[in-house]
């Protein structure tokens, strides 16, 4: 299986030889280091990888952090993934938008940045505030 982290730049659009506009979402892809590698193939069978994206100063990331990042470049984002159990991989690997090839189907997942109940409150706030100055008027 072949995985890889990104992180979203932008969209644009991209004409077809027959005229139809696609959007199309400009990603910045890896390059990902390989941070850790889960052998538990005598318990369940399987194997899997951590790896790491978007590098950071060391002072923004938290103290057990540095310690799980010793030694390799300091990367804020992590995420698992299971592999073969006869993948050769080891830690400090580096993972390229190399590995895919033209025409492979991917699958992906994207995640919010998530701002909590914030923008519902602000609504809420601009209507009460709104209906108080019109008593007081």
Known sequence: MKFILGKKIG?????????????VTKVQ???????EVRE???KNGLKAV???FDETKETRLAQPQVGHLKDLDKVRNLKDFKIETDAQVKRGD?????TFSTGDKV???GESKGKGLY???SKAKKW????????LL
């Open 50 to 52: 951590q790896i790491g």
């Open 128 to 135: 009460v505030a709104a209906w108080v100055a019109k008593e």
């Open 29 to 35: 892809a890896g390059p990902c280091q390989i941070v």
């Open 94 to 98: 580096t993972i390229t938008v190399e």
């Open 11 to 23: 969209m644009t659009q991209v004409f077809l030889p027959n005229g139809v506009v696609v959007p």
């Open 119 to 121: 923008k519902e409150f």
């Open 40 to 42: 538990n193939v005598k």
């Open 107 to 109: 699958v992906v997942v």
